[in-house]
């Protein structure tokens, strides 16, 4: 299940917020899907959009809206913030996270159209095709002011190798230039299979006749290429951002062309949008376009149906595909941990009942066919239940890191092939000032979920409905005792175990009753002779 959607508080029908152009073929699948009413309000301003947000359960936006921490706090049912696009640095991913809305983007659809429009853009720059296009239709014809470069055995360099740096690096040699790159995950091998050349930032930039970016904006990436670097480069150089404005330093760009550093400039991105009047634009060397890289039909259509897609599976209550602020896994590893998703929570939630301590560290270990596996998601749902019996039905997937982390509260995470002859194994240990606490559970083949160690206790017990865990002193009568209690109390027990500690001494009785035990209920049973502790937890 996916456990978001779970707090979806009530029963009237979702509203979609749709704030930017998107295309119409795209906007299909969530008109048919009719999960939602789309309110689709391009445009609007800052006060109207404070307004608007209050009642709706997505927000659908492009790069144009600015989804501030004030937006999303004036938010009441917000859960879902779709981007139709790459780039999410026009939300604020920190105050989504805090307030458990997870972000969701389409990073693959507009890659073609984006890496494009950066060849376009280079292909222009260096044959000053829209300057001569100007001097055209001033009526002149000047063909000495415009003469040109090849890009053929012209090095190029590209800095962020992800996507779009990879698919222009790609058309690049199909002009027969040299493609130098830079990027942190960049592999002599995968650079070979390219036919390119890997190098650090530096040497990139160094070598390169063109600089193309193709980062997102980050603060690692904010003015990366700035006078310094500009300083570095070869005399002449070109340089094109088709990225994020931002990445280059407008001031330190203005003047590396002025000071003749800088040959010219393609820029399709400006620190502020829209850009216009800027001193750069009154530059002759330098080509601009209005944040056109995925503007085309195909990009257009394609990022507006992966974004209705993944908000559709997200009020459906199914996995998104495309999570900003969640650990994403690929489909193989989601298919086969997603049946534990369950167990995880319902074992964070039973150990936090074990203990009224402060919780400081968790750790979660996953044991068996699970180790396997990148189980990032299931220690969320871990912490997710651990968090709940505090902090209510408000923590989620999403905020549940966050707020370990503002809680101080250590999460590790550990793997191994040992599962204690169990196929797949899943413990949460915690440790709750100065006691420590684990559960351990399982997923039977057929039988489904099953509870199979406490503490130190062997059980085998179904994690669901109400729980009573009542420690007690290992010796004749307790259980009778106990049982004569819920009778009295018209408890009826569904399923009783027991189970004895290794040291000797202490044991502890695990039942499933019916009706929830009240707090006087848990008060006289431990008033019964050699009964520690009564714990309940209702699944
Ligand atoms: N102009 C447009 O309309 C348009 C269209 C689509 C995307 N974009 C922008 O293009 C950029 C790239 O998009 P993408 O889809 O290729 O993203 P991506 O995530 O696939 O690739 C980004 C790459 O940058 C690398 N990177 C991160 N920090 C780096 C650093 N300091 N130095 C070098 N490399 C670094 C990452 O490792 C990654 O490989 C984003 O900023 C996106 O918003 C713009
Ligand atoms: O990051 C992106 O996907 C691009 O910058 C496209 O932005 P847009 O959706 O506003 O065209």
């Not at 458990?100 to 292909?123: C, K």
């Not at 939630?349 to 074990?354: E, H, P, T, V, Y």
């Not at 684990?438 to 979920?449: D, M, Q």
């Amino acid at each position: 299940m996916n456990a978001i959607a779970e707090t979806k508080p009530d029963t009237r029908q979702a509203v979609i917020l749709i704030t930017d152009p998107l295309s119409e073929e795209g906007l299909q699948p969530l008109r048919e899907a009719s999960v939602a009413e789309l309110q689709i309000r391009p445009g609007l301003p800052h006060a109207e959009l404070l307004q608007a947000i209050k009642t709706a359960d997505a927000l659908i936006v492009r790069s144009g809206t600015q989804v501030t921490r004030e937006v999303i706090e004036a938010a009441e049912n917000l859960k879902i913030i779709g981007r139709a696009g790459v780039g999410v640095d026009n939300i604020d991913l920190d105050a989504a996270t805090e307030r458990g809305i997870i972000v969701v983007n389409a990073p693959d659809g507009n890659t073609n159209s984006a890496a494009e429009h950066t060849i376009a853009m280079m292909t222009s720059l260096a044959r000053n095709i829209p300057q001569a296009h100007r001097s055209l239709l001033e009526g002149k014809w000047d063909r000495k002011a415009f003469v040109g470069v090849e890009l053929k055995d012209k090095t190029l360099g590209v800095v962020g190798l992800g996507r779009i740096g990879a698919e222009v690096a790609r058309r690049a040699k199909g002009q027969r230039m040299n493609v130098i790159a830079f990027d942190p995950f960049l592999t002599e091998e995968r650079a070979k299979e390219m036919g390119i050349t890997a190098g650090t930032f530096e040497e990139v930039i160094r070598a390169a006749d063109f600089i193309t970016v193709h980062t997102p904006l980050m603060k690692e990436t904010r003015h990366l290429i700035n006078a310094e670097a500009f300083g570095k480069m070869k005399d002449g150089v070109r340089i094109v951002n088709c990225a994020r404005g931002g990445i280059i330093d407008e001031d330190a760009l203005y003047e590396a062309i002025e000071g003749g550093k800088v040959a010219g400039a393609a820029l399709d991105v400006f620190e502020t949008e829209p850009f216009t009047g800027h001193r750069l634009l009154g530059l002759p060397q330098v080509i601009a376009t209005p944040h056109l890289g995925a503007s085309t039909i195909e990009a257009q259509e394609s990022v507006a149906i992966d974004v209705g897609r993944d908000v559709i599976r997200f009020l459906n209550g199914e996995p998104v595909k495309n999570p900003v602020n969640l650990p994403s896994v690929s489909k193989e590893v989601l298919a086969k941990i997603e049946p534990f998703f369950d167990l995880a929570e319902n074992l964070g939630l039973f150990l936090s009942r074990l203990s009224d301590k402060p919780l400081t560290d968790v750790t979660v270990r996953y044991g068996g066919d699970l180790a396997d596996f990148d189980v990032r998601p299931l220690t969320r749902n871990a912490m997710k239940g651990l968090l709940k019996r505090n902090l209510g039905t408000h923590v989620n997937d999403v905020n549940a890191k966050f707020l370990a982390d503002s809680f101080h509260i250590s999460v590790d995470e550990h793997k191994s092939p040992n599962s204690k002859g169990f196929q797949q194994l899943i413990t949460v240990e915690a440790k709750m000032g100065d006691e420590f606490h684990r559960v351990a559970g399982t997923l039977l083949n057929g039988l489904g979920a099953r509870i199979v160690k406490v503490d130190d206790y062997v059980v085998d017990v179904v994690p669901k409905g109400h729980l009573l865990l009542i420690r007690h002193k290992d010796q004749p009568g307790a259980i009778g005792r106990v049982g004569m209690l819920l009778a009295e109390e018209n408890i009826n027990i569904a399923t009783m175990q027991v189970g004895r500690s290794e040291a000797g001494g202490a044991a502890i009785m695990m039942l499933t009753v019916d009706n929830e035990v009240k707090p006087e209920e848990i008060g006289r049973l431990l008033k019964i002779d050699d009964i520690y502790a009564v714990r309940t937890v209702d699944l």
